[in-house]
């Protein structure tokens, strides 16, 4: 099946994020989008993202091979209504939401499985918008696809090949095992990170101690709690089943490690306890370096310099004198481990490498974090 023209209801971060990644990689696909937002479209237009651009929805909008439902999830049921009659023979209907089982049930209800293939990037950013969309944010991310039982082999082929060409790595699935999978290790976290902020928040002193000493580890867990409010209230709303489920067993797992410390200092709940962290650690260390999710992995590296001036102005004279550019650098004046107080941001992981490589050849003592 050739792909000639790709149409999006939505063009925000990971409409306009897909779109930009298909015209990057495959240029002459024609592209259409409708967006009630004016100015979202004038933009995608200006870059040459679009080149059919819809305030309103008209019969020759869906026109096209592949239509993509990036819509929030909540207006998806009344889209698939609204836009059944429309739809053309011979296209794939596809989405973007982190949640495939109401949108499968809505697609069994109209009689919609011969042409829909659920889809779900697994990436993203806590900012929204197309104004922030980027077509790296899809590359080497999982790209999940949950096709119908009726969908043809002809078409699933060429919309993991269009998948697969713009950088991401489709990953076919049952639509249910996606979302019992997506609950344990993404809403589940969010949830936690949330949650653990609020405590601090609500623990913390009048003169904020608490958010003024919170260093990398703390961060580092709680990352994913800068993402969209509104995505996640949406995400809880349709994923409530599976996410419950697992947070019941996430809550005894916690009362069962509150039981072994109020057993110490017995023997039996020490050595429980170190298996607590090392059987997580050695599960943790196993998982692949790779860059997905609604938050970007950062390259970065801490290293050991002298709290003084000129520190930075050194380090990164030598970074600048073999073209490694920088992200972001700065002193930390607060350590939560063993790390050096300079850290360093780099764009990607090539450039953090080759900066680990000269820095130590220059006798840098170098940290990085997995």
């Known amino acids: 099946m050739d792909i000639t023209t790709c149409a999006f209801m939505g063009l925000g971060l990971i409409g306009g994020s897909i779109a930009k990644a298909i015209k990057k990689a495959k240029p002459n696909i024609r592209i259409k989008a409708f967006d009630i937002n004016s100015q979202t479209l004038l933009l995608a237009k200006e870059e040459g993202i679009i080149d059919e651009d819809y305030p309103l929805l008209k019969p ?12 929030p999830v909540s207006r998806n049921d009344e889209n698939l209504k609204q836009i059944k009659e429309f739809l053309q023979k011979d296209c794939i209907l596809t989405d973007v939401g982190s949640v495939k089982s109401t949108i499968h049930e809505t697609i069994l209800e109209e009689g919609l499985e011969h042409c829909f293939i659920g889809g779900h990037p697994m990436a993203g950013s806590e900012k929204t918008g197309y104004e922030h969309s980027n077509p790296l944010l899809l590359e080497n991310a999982y790209y999940i696809l949950t096709p119908t039982k009726r969908i043809s082999q002809e078409r699933l082929d060429s919309y993991r090949e269009l998948v697969a060409s713009f950088g991401a790595i489709p990953l076919i699935l049952d639509y249910k095992e996606h979302d019992y999978i997506t609950a344990a290790v993404s809403h589940l976290p969010h949830i936690i990170a949330s949650s653990l902020v609020n405590l601090v928040k609500d623990s913390d002193t009048e003169t904020g101690l608490m958010k003024l000493i919170a260093a990398g580890g703390f961060k580092d867990i709680t990352r994913i709690a800068s993402s969209s409010p509104v995505m996640w209230q949406q995400i809880c709303l349709t994923n409530t089943e599976n996410i419950k489920l697992l947070l019941d067993d996430y809550i005894d797992s916690l009362n069962h490690i509150r039981n072994m410390l ?20 050695n599960y943790r260390d196993s ?9 970007k992995k950062v390259y970065d590296i801490h290293l050991e310099v002298p709290d003084e001036a000129g520190s930075i102005a050194r380090t990164s004279v030598i970074l600048a004198k073999h073209h490694i550019s920088i992200k972001n650098i700065g002193i930390m004046h607060n350590r939560e481990f063993l790390e050096g107080v300079l850290r360093i941001e780099f764009y990607d992981e090539a450039a953090q490498q080759s900066a680990i490589k000269l820095l ?11």
């Open 360 to 370: 130590q050849e220059k006798d840098y003592k170098i940290y990085t974090a997995r």
């Open 262 to 281: 109020d057993t110490l200092p017995a023997a039996a709940s020490k050595d429980s306890i170190y298996s607590l962290f090392d059987t997580a650690k």
């Open 287 to 295: 998982f692949p370096d790779a860059s997905s999710g609604p938050i």
């Open 60 to 71: 020759d909008f869906f026109q096209c091979n592949i239509l993509f439902l990036c819509a």
